[in-house]
C-alpha cells in the first residue's frame, strides 16, 4: 500500500471552525480527570463566619471535593481542641490536620471513617524571652501559652478564647516550661499598633503572625503553617504543583507563598487585607458570599 492509498478520500475527514475547536479543546481541559490535589483551609474568616457559622454551601462543596479523590483539611491557628469540633461541622476526618499555626501535625489513627487522632509532629521553643519582652510594652495584655500535649495556660480571661479545660496562671508560670505558641490579645489597640510594636522592639528568634484586631501569634523561629504543610503534602506523595490553600490572614501569608513558589494554587478570601491578596495572587469571593464552595464546585 502507498502512503497516498493509506490517506483518507477528500471529505471522509470531519473538519470544524477554528472557534469550535477551540472550545472542544477547552471543554477537554475542563472535565479532564484532575490527579488527587491536596487542600487545605484556613479555619477563621475561611471556612468560619464571624459568628461562627461555617461559609455558605461549604459541606456541600467540601463532599464534592472529596468524592472527587481530594484531600481536604485544616491548617489553622487553632489548637487541636478547637480545630477538630470543626472538622466534625464540615464531616470530614482527614489523614492530617495542621495546628496551631504549623506547630503541631495531628494525624488520624485508623481508616478513613476514624475520629481518632495523634500528634505527629511537634514544635516547641522557650517563651521566656518573648514573653519578658512584650511583657514589658504589654502589661495589660491577655497573654495565653499552648503546652506540648495541648493544655492551655492562660493569664486572664477572654471571650474571644476557647478556655474549656484551660488553666489560669501568672504571668510568671507561662515561662515554666518548653510551648507550642503565645497568644497575645490587646483588645485596646489595634492591628496597626501591633505591627509597629514588632517592628520597633524585634521578635528576631521567633515566627510570628499578627491578626485583625491586636492579636499577636508567635510559633518557633522557621515554623508556620507551610512548613507543616510541607510534611503532610510529603507524607501523603502528593506533588507539589498539586496543592490547593485559601485562607485570609495574615498566618496564611507563608503556605500562600509556599503553594505558589512550586506550582500549585493559593486563593485569599476577599475580605482578607492586601498583603494576602498579593501572597496569593487568585483572590475569591469572600467568607461571607461562599469563596470556598465556589472554588472546590469547580475542580
Known amino acids: 500500500m502507498t502512503d497516498e492509498a493509506a490517506l483518507p478520500r477528500i471529505g471522509d475527514v470531519e473538519t470544524s471552525p477554528q472557534v469550535e475547536a477551540a472550545e472542544v479543546v477547552d471543554d477537554i481541559a475542563r472535565t479532564a480527570p484532575v490527579g488527587r490535589m491536596l487542600i487545605a483551609l484556613d479555619i477563621d474568616g475561611t471556612v468560619l463566619l464571624e459568628d461562627e457559622s461555617l461559609s455558605p454551601g461549604i459541606v456541600d462543596a467540601v463532599r464534592h471535593a472529596q468524592d472527587a479523590g481530594h484531600e481536604v483539611m485544616l491548617a489553622t491557628g487553632r489548637s487541636w481542641d478547637s480545630t477538630f469540633p470543626v472538622m466534625e461541622r464540615l464531616g470530614i476526618h482527614p489523614e492530617y490536620a495542621v495546628c496551631s499555626n504549623g506547630a503541631i501535625v495531628m494525624r488520624r489513627v485508623g481508616d478513613a471513617d476514624a475520629s481518632e487522632y495523634e500528634r505527629a509532629h511537634v514544635e516547641t521553643f522557650d517563651p521566656t524571652d518573648v514573653l519578658t519582652l512584650l511583657g514589658e510594652h504589654l502589661g495589660d495584655a491577655h497573654f495565653l501559652v499552648e503546652l506540648p500535649d495541648g493544655q492551655r495556660n492562660f493569664t486572664d480571661y477572654l471571650d474571644d478564647w476557647n478556655l474549656q479545660g484551660a488553666n489560669q496562671v501568672t504571668f510568671e508560670e507561662l515561662s515554666h516550661q518548653p510551648v507550642c505558641r503565645v497568644v497575645v490579645v490587646a483588645p485596646e489597640k489595634t ?19 499578627i491578626g485583625w484586631t491586636a492579636w499577636l501569634d508567635i510559633a518557633p523561629q522557621g515554623v508556620n503553617k507551610s512548613t507543616a504543610l510541607e510534611l503532610v503534602r510529603e507524607w501523603l506523595g502528593i506533588p507539589p504543583d498539586h496543592v490547593l490553600v485559601m485562607g485570609d490572614g495574615r498566618n496564611d501569608i ?10 500549585g494554587r493559593a486563593i485569599a478570601m476577599q475580605q482578607g487585607p492586601p498583603e494576602v491578596h498579593e501572597a496569593a495572587g487568585e483572590v475569591g469571593l469572600s467568607v461571607g458570599d461562599g469563596g470556598v464552595a465556589a472554588v472546590l464546585r469547580g475542580l
Open 191 to 209: 492591628d496597626t499598633d501591633f505591627l509597629q510594636l514588632v517592628e520597633r522592639i524585634g521578635l528576631s528568634q521567633v515566627s510570628y503572625a
Open 254 to 263: 507563608e503556605m500562600m507563598q509556599w503553594a505558589v513558589s512550586h506550582g
